[in-house]
């Protein structure tokens, strides 16, 4: 079996549903088609309900750009660590653009067991937080070009994916769209999870649930996914020609409840190197984030509901991935 591969012929059977969502992403109309977009809504309905993650296929996504976008991946992390330290993230200033090492990042206040580089829309240097240039190497110039291609492309899967939610929450198909969503805050990550030595438990990322609306998540042949259910952990292994998709905590917040936002963790003890690709697509910066028009209901966790804008709730949390380096940019 070729472990490198992303969407090969690898595949275990999975409790999640997997749910088609083509007929979201088309532009026909007419009685067929709104049938097709609310059974679809239907299903994303009762997964949000059930556990709060789903697989996702028939979302147009190119094999050819995913594979590029592996290759490229493989590529940079082969590098030596000095060579990648040249886009450490100290380097993106405020943007919060590039690399860190093993260690570098923290869940639950645990270092994770892991390398990456951290993207989000490309945009002009500026004042704000979490935004500004990406940090591409020099030494594998084919991943600026996949980057931002897989960004256009996951945008587009995250807008029809909520016009789906919003369907099932029997809001207009656009509530979103022009709403929350009208300008997403775009942030994307490469993860390589080195193999695991011989005497360690294999753990990657420990038990956390994530900050925004929706993560879609590509990852290799190695899986090592796994999530809370009511049930138990159960594995959210690789399928192949689909994402993972998840809801995170301001959709929880959004419907008082009514959607899960659902632990998870990820074991790497497949013995191999890993490699994921996780894309979070949240609300606008600027977006005050009241909740829906819906019956009052409860976290699985208690929290206390936050109130101001995305921006700001979003910089709460990633203050505590990299403490030092937050304070650092202050």
């Not at 994307?188 to 030595?197: E, K, M, V």
């Not at 996914?225 to 399928?239: E, F, H, K, N, Y």
Request: with cysteine; glycine share 12%.
């Amino acid at each position: 079996m070729d472990t490198r591969a992303i969407w090969g012929t690898m595949v275990r059977v999975s409790a999640l549903p997997v749910i088609d969502v083509s007929p979201l992403l088309a532009a026909a109309a007419g009685p067929e088609s709104e049938a097709g977009r609310q059974r679809v809504a239907e299903e994303i309905g009762a997964a949000c309900r059930e556990s709060g993650f789903f697989y996702v296929s028939g979302h147009g996504v190119p094999a050819e750009l995913v594979d590029r976008l592996d290759a490229a991946a493989r590529r940079f992390f082969a590098l030596p660590e000095e060579v990648k330290d040249e886009i450490r993230m100290e380097r993106g200033g405020r943007a919060w653009r590039g690399f860190f090492p093993v260690g570098g990042e923290l869940t639950s206040g645990r270092p994770d067991l892991k390398e990456g580089v951290y993207f989000g829309a490309e945009e002009p240097a500026g004042t704000l937080p979490l935004h500004g240039p990406n940090l591409f190497p020099e030494q594998v110039p084919e991943l600026r070009e996949a980057v931002l291609a897989y960004l256009r492309r996951m945008t587009e899967l995250g807008q029809a994916v909520m016009g789906g939610i919003a369907l099932s929450l029997g809001l207009d198909e656009d509530y979103f769209r022009t709403g929350y969503t009208a300008d997403p805050t775009i942030l994307f990550r490469i993860f390589h999870y080195p193999p695991s030595p011989p005497d360690d438990d294999g753990w990657g990322v420990g038990e956390h649930t994530d900050y925004g609306l929706l993560t879609l998540l590509l990852q290799d042949a190695n899986g090592g996914l796994q999530v809370r259910t009511r049930s138990g952990w159960i594995d959210a292994p690789p399928v192949p020609g689909t994402f993972v998709c998840n809801i995170g905590d301001m959709l929880d917040k959004l419907t008082a409840g009514h959607y899960r936002s659902t632990p998870h963790r990820v074991r790497n003890r497949s013995g191999n190197e890993r490699l994921s690709f996780p894309f979070f697509f949240d609300p606008g910066w600027d977006s005050e984030v009241p909740p829906l028009p819906y019956a009052p209901g409860r976290r699985w966790d208690g929290q206390v509901d936050f109130t101001g804008t995305y921006g700001e709730y979003l910089l709460s949390k990633v203050s505590k991935v990299f403490p030092r380096l937050f304070e650092q940019q202050l």
